[in-house]
């Protein structure tokens, strides 16, 4: 008896210490991978938050013009706004006259309504030297601009004045708002986005398709060359991240010129009569896009076939199966994750370029990337630019979540 109680007290005594080392590993892991949580929030997180977050603001007018923001929430939307409104809105332009403040309300009015920059411009101007208006604020506002008195004017006004706005979303998907607050399709003339992102997904699908034709057997052939031979192949494989993208991409434009290599080669060849058009256009876009993308579907690839022991293949053949027969039923299936994370990591980085179409591409081959730093970096249309990038960023989510239900997000990542 005494035995038994000295071994338990024995084993109470041993489970402090094997309790406590365990949690001080886990303070060891936690603190080892801080500095990789701290990356990710601070380059991957944050931004993709702003951008989502930039998508959707809307506090310009109401920083401006809040006296006008607070009618405007108060307004049905029906005809002509209070006569409390035309004088909130004198108050308002009073304050903000002068003021960097009442360009950036004028710059968001202008996306509703064009020419309300000038608009505000006039009439904050004229109503400094106004004190005490004889015949009220809506009448000698709408005597300085006649657009005061048009309810699309206040309708615009309306729309733009809440702090969070559907309208670069909107604008993104070609869609706008009307008058009455119902949404509808932009005009004819104004519907390009739509028509880009479907551009954008297509290139982005036969780039990678491109590259899977091309890969998967150089994959398998680095797997199955004798090592020598394998190991130049994949010195040729890695090339391309030894020299920039732009290099890479401006040195396809010497190749594929009228005057370039290829078109020469092909001359004096007797191939063709004249150059031919290899560059500017979709076609010069696939092959430098190719070139560039080729490697990210070659090494996932070749990371699953690495793991497969040519055993299966014989074990098939030894059970009567036909080697196309083995391939499609044994070996395919088991390099589906590395395809998976191949397609995923190619279409994902061909549906974001911006130079290589930019350089390479037509007029009608530049993607949403290109607009997305067209209104970043020129007009300084924050909203719009970050909506386009959320509508490509959901594309994109939607694609993993089909290919991961398809494949299993696990097996793509490689922890299954």
């Not at 709408?142 to 702090?163: H, K, Q, V």
């Not at 104004?190 to 992102?197: A, G, K, V």
């Not at 004249?274 to 990210?296: D, K, Q, S």
């Not at 067209?374 to 959901?394: D, F, K, R």
Request: charged share 15%.
């Amino acid at each position: 008896m005494a035995t038994t109680t000295e071994a338990m007290d024995g084993a109470s005594a041993l489970t402090p210490p094997s309790l406590s080392s365990r949690a001080k590993a886990r303070m060891v892991s936690a603190l080892l991978i801080a500095p990789l949580i701290l990356f990710l929030t601070l380059v991957f997180v944050l931004p993709l938050g702003g951008m989502l977050v930039h998508a959707v603001e809307n506090g310009e007018v109401g920083a401006a013009l809040p006296g006008v923001a607070a009618e405007m929430r108060g307004w049905t939307g029906e005809g002509l706004p209070p006569e409390s409104a035309y004088a909130a809105l004198a108050r308002d332009l009073k304050a903000a006259y002068g003021e960097p403040r009442l360009g950036e309300a004028s710059r968001r009015l202008n996306y509703e309504r064009s020419g309300y920059r000038a608009l505000l411009t006039r009439t904050a101007r004229s109503v400094r030297a106004i004190d005490r208006p004889q015949a009220g604020w809506a009448a000698e506002l709408t005597a300085i601009d006649p657009r005061w008195g048009e309810p699309a004017t206040w309708a615009a006004l309306r729309r733009a004045s809440p702090p969070l706005t559907p309208y670069y979303l909107l604008t993104a998907l070609d869609l706008r708002m009307d008058n009455n607050g119902s949404i509808a399709r932009a005009p004819a003339e104004e519907r390009i986005y739509i028509d880009t992102l479907g551009r954008t997904l297509w290139i982005g699908f036969v780039t990678t398709l491109l590259c899977l034709v091309l890969g998967f057997p150089l994959a398998h052939a680095l797997v199955s060359l004798p090592r020598g031979f394998a190991s130049v192949l994949m010195v040729c494989v890695l090339l391309p991240f030894w020299t920039s993208l732009l290099v890479r991409t401006s040195a396809w434009i010497v190749v594929l010129q009228k005057e370039g290599v290829l078109n020469g080669l092909l001359t004096r060849l007797g191939i063709v009569d004249a150059p031919l058009e290899l560059v500017f256009n979709r076609f010069g876009l696939y092959v430098a896009m190719v070139h560039i993308l080729l490697p990210f579907m070659i090494l996932p690839i070749l990371s699953v076939m690495k793991g497969i022991s040519p055993s299966y293949m014989r074990a098939s053949a030894s059970l009567g199966a036909h080697p196309a027969v083995g391939f499609l039923k044994v070996y395919l299936p088991m390099t589906l994750p590395g395809v998976g994370a191949g397609c995923l990591m190619t279409f994902i980085i061909g549906v974001g370029y911006y130079i290589t179409p930019s350089l390479v591409g037509g007029a009608r081959d530049q993607m949403t990337s290109y607009f997305i730093a067209y209104y970043a970096n020129t007009t300084i249309n924050w909203g719009l630019s970050s909506a386009l990038g959320a509508i490509l960023l959901a594309c994109i989510m939607l694609l993993y979540a089909t290919v991961g239900r398809l494949i299993g997000v696990g097996r793509i990542a490689g922890i299954q």
